[in-house]
């Protein structure tokens, strides 16, 4: 049974400094140990993750806990991933008493579904949150994605660079593999933009809430997902290129990547960063079947 408690709420400045000065920590922000004092961000977040009483919310780098005790209050559980084990101390210490919070001191990428939910992980939908580290947005979320099948809804917050160019449409300046990578399997959308001055100590870029709905298959049809991703990254490796030239770097000579653009009525010197997904996705799949005999 659930133990009430009265809520902390969100720690000021000070305190996060008292706290740190009590166990010899200096955060460190290369690991993204930039903790959140802006109680309004802390309620669009509570907001945005639409979490109710039968949710199962996991937690990345949960920090010194204070997102991770709001959650504990909304959702049926709450597993707590953070890597630096003097943190984990500051957790364990601080939401002793809700036990409905599991602590996890591991590496979260180092990590499976059945690590975090135990054999339960093939029946269960759950739901993502937390600060990531900016260092390694990239491979967290290439991470969530090969979790995807367990997953209902991401909310992080990440670098607003990097939200821009996940959520970005093409004929833009930020469109580019990430964004088709994430769009292919998720339908993001940024919330809202986060100034520094929300976190202390303030990290050197400006940052963004980012909502990842998890598709229940794949924006596009496509014959072989790997192919077609050599296909995407082919395309943006140079921007310059035009795709005739770019695309000829995949399984395809240019007589014959140049009768399916052809065929598809794609100009051969558009780029890259001008293809839809459904384009991508047409050219893939045309140049696979070909080759295997199919079309």
């Not at 940052?207 to 192919?227: C, M, N, Q």
Request: hydrophobic share 40%; with cysteine; charged share 30%.
């Amino acid at each position: 049974m659930k133990k009430e408690k009265e809520d902390k709420g969100i720690l000021s400045k000070g305190e996060i400094k008292v706290l740190l000065s009590r166990y010899n920590i200096r955060p460190r922000k290369r690991l993204g140990q930039n903790f959140l004092i802006d109680k309004n961000i802390l309620k669009k977040i509570i907001i945005a993750g639409n979490f109710t009483k039968g949710d199962i919310v996991i937690e990345i780098g949960s920090g010194l806990g204070t997102l991770t005790e709001e959650l504990a209050g909304l959702a049926k559980e709450v597993v707590a991933i953070e890597y630096d084990r003097k943190f984990c101390e500051i957790l364990e210490e601080r939401l002793s008493g809700i036990d409905n919070i599991r602590i996890i001191c591991k590496d979260f990428l180092k990590l499976k579904m059945k690590d975090l939910l135990g054999e339960d992980s093939q029946s269960i939908k759950v739901k993502f949150a937390g600060n990531i580290p900016y260092y390694i947005t990239t491979p967290i979320i290439s991470h969530l994605i090969s979790m995807r099948e367990y997953i209902d809804t991401i909310l992080v917050m990440v670098q607003r660079e990097v939200a821009a160019r996940i959520v970005a449409q093409p004929d833009t300046k930020d469109y580019g593999s990430l964004s088709c990578y994430v769009q292919f399997y998720m339908r993001p959308e940024i919330i809202r933009n986060i100034p520094k001055s929300a976190f202390w100590p303030e990290p050197n870029v400006e940052s963004a809430l980012l909502r990842l709905d998890v598709l229940k298959t794949p924006s596009v049809h496509v014959r072989d997902e790997t192919f077609f991703f050599k296909i995407v990254r082919a395309a943006f490796q140079q921007r310059r290129k035009i795709i005739l030239n770019s695309l000829s770097q995949s399984p395809a000579d240019k007589d014959r990547l140049k009768a399916v653009l052809t065929d598809l009525n794609i100009d051969p010197m558009r780029r890259g960063e001008t293809l839809s997904l459904e384009e991508f996705a047409e050219i893939a799949n045309l140049i696979r079947g070909r080759r295997d005999g199919k079309v």
